[in-house]
């Protein structure tokens, strides 16, 4: 029987998840493949780390090793950084090998280069373990919703940031203690700054944009914020009103634009995000046909990660041409939509007295803490004119719980 020859690139959480994996379901890949799947090699970076490699592995730190062996089919990227990766997989393509990759910094900036080499060289590209973990939105997006039109897809897209919000909350843990049990859980970046400040949402939002719509919004317009402001108190104080902190990417076309978002944002028991805790990662897909699709599950971690990658294993070694990816969806003109779409806000620092025919006030109390209806674009302006403490959006419907209706924040 003919065998299918994998390096993997990389011996972290997903490195080494992708090659226990290859070993403990070699009988489901066999079926599905008709091919045996080995692993050839494995590059590392510190030759002297024991790890559990079969001995008939080559374990290098040389990439050039790895490009010169004999027979190579793909390539699974597991490794941190946009480069020297980009570089790798590069001349991984130019040689003929198929490619995976988890890595969605070095994806979010050179995937349209990698895609379209791997188009010149007809091999195939996989990236499902660039985007919410384990859940299988890319193969779900590319795949089954080709000819449904996208309006809009929001997400919970970074596991750390999701547990490190649960645990403050449920387990009552300070920040600081929640981001040292990420890492020690493997969910984390080598460098968490990308997980809290919000960057590893971004890159996979911007991934995600390129598939749901054919194009991605500029990246400078983009308002990207991490959950580093997000204390105990305020969670505590929007607990009491029924509400959650997510931090939520959402990317939506308006004619002929792209608008998107990363940033923590209020959410009640009605919205599809509430029940998302822990690493749990969720995406929500709105579209003309099917209306809205909600998929979760683990957005990070050895076995989901592995999960994502063995999959598109399946996908590049059928060889399946990425032609069709990025076709950029027509202008979106939803009847019966206003400009400048009302949305409910928790604001503070703004005083009734504060007139403005674009305000709905839904409640307010004697904390200077209101609910209003308006718009984003007023919303920048008062917290650029105005002395406004803190604002966040809250997503879906709302009921206040409190029986005086008087909601506050007075923790801020
Ligand atoms: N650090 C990432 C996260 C890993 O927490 O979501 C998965 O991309």
Known sequence: MSVIKVAILGFGTVGEGVYRTIQSHAQELEGVLGKRVEVAAVLIRNKHKKRNINEDVLVTADFNEILSLPQLDVIVEAIVNKE????????????????????????????????????????????????????????????LLNVNRVHHVQGIL??????????????????????????????????????????DAFYKTMILSRIAFGEEPNWEDVEREGITSITS?????????????????SISK??????????????????????????????????????SITLQGPGAGMFPTASAAIEDLVYVCQNKLTKKYFTKTPAIHLRDKKEHEDELWIIQGLTKDYNNPLITWITQSSAE?????TNTEL??????????????????????????????????
């Open 84 to 143: 020297p990766t980009f570089t790798f997989l590069k001349q991984a393509i130019q040689r003929g090998c198929h490619i995976i990759t988890a890595n969605k910094e070095m994806f979010a900036h050179h995937g349209n280069e990698l895609l379209e080499l791997a188009k010149h060289h007809n091999v195939s590209v996989g990236y499902e373990a660039t985007v919410a973990g384990g859940i299988p939105v890319i193969q779900t997006l590319r795949q």
């Open 158 to 199: 970074n596991g750390t940031s999701n547990f490190i919000l649960t645990e403050m909350r449920e387990k009552k843990q300070s920040f600081v203690d929640a981001l040292s049990l990420a890492q020690a859980k493997g969910f984390a970046e080598a460098d968490p700054t990308n997980d809290v400040e919000g960057f």
């Open 233 to 249: 108190e305020l969670i505590e104080a929007a607990e009491r009103l029924g509400l959650r902190f997510k931090h939520i990417a």
């Open 254 to 291: 308006k004619g002929d634009q792209i608008k998107a978002s990363v940033r923590p944002v209020l959410v009640g028991k009605s919205h599809p995000f509430y029940s998302i805790e822990g690493v749990e990662n969720a995406v929500n897909v709105y579209t003309d046909l099917v209306g």
């Open 369 to 373: 803490t209101a609910i209003i209806r």
């Open 379 to 412: 919303i920048k302006q008062l917290i650029s004119e105005q002395n406004i403490k803190c604002c966040f959006q809250i997503l879906g419907e709302f009921e206040i719980e409190s029986n005086d209706k008087e909601v506050t924040l007075a923790a801020i």
